[in-house]
């Protein structure tokens, strides 16, 4: 899927930097712009997980449940932890 996105974004960049109608300066500092952005928000995105309490309950888990416990978690499978099969039981 994203790579008929990055085929659609090459599309856009290029016919930007072929319009007559916009300066090549301006058109390379829009893009300049949306590229910074995505990469700032990305490492924005980065630091904000960094205090997710699932990293706090996945520690908890590992060094209190004993080994074959099973651990069941009602949601999104981004919720569910992320312990390698058999690590401490099956996850369901």
Known sequence: MYLLFTWQARKFVADLLASKRMPRFLAMAAIGFVLTRSL??????DVLLIR???YT????????????TTVAVY????????????DVGDHK
């Open 75 to 86: 949601g999104s499978a981004y919720s569910q932890p992320r312990f390698p099969k058999g």
């Open 40 to 45: 700032v928000y990305g490492f924005s995105l």
């Open 52 to 54: 997710d309490s699932r």
């Open 57 to 68: 309950a996945e520690a908890w888990m590992a060094q209190n449940l004993p080994k074959g």
